[in-house]
């Protein structure tokens, strides 16, 4: 049974940083891991990807430069860093894993999704 469990959201003011967490169990992690989020009244969105190797990584525009993605494959957990936190930065954050690299910013590619953590950025 595969499980994905995010954790490390929380309340922070603009301008900190916040470490999400992605632990993984009951698959391979030579997943293609992805971290997703959705804000209240919108779609959710993609954030940043990384390869199963961890060779080879994916941004989208609103993170780059602010959030890094990383993984530690020998402890089956996925991290995403995230720095200089905007209140538009708001959203639950969504871990998932894709059994290949391909489309990293599509999430209909991704099999497995964890349940989100909370993240707020107050202004």
């Known amino acids: 049974q595969v499980q994905l469990v995010e954790s490390g959201g929380g309340l922070v003011q603009a301008g900190d940083s916040l470490r999400l967490s992605c632990a993984a169990s009951?698959?391979?992690?030579?997943?293609?891991m992805g971290w997703f989020r959705q804000a209240p009244g919108k779609e959710r969105e993609f954030v940043a990807a990384?390869?199963?190797?961890?060779?080879?990584?994916d941004y989208s525009d609103s993170v780059k430069g602010r959030f890094t993605i990383s993984r530690d494959n020998a402890k089956n957990t996925m991290y995403l860093q995230m720095n200089s936190l905007d209140p538009d930065d708001t959203a639950v954050y969504y871990c998932?894993?894709?059994?290949?690299?391909?489309?990293?910013?599509?999430?209909?590619?991704?099999?497995?999704w964890g349940p989100g953590t909370q993240v707020t950025v107050s202004s």
């Open positions: 990384i390869s199963g190797n961890g060779g080879s990584t």
């Open positions: 009951g698959l391979t992690f030579s997943y293609t």
């Open positions: 998932a894993a894709a059994a290949v690299w391909r489309r990293p910013w599509f999430p209909g590619d991704y099999k497995y």
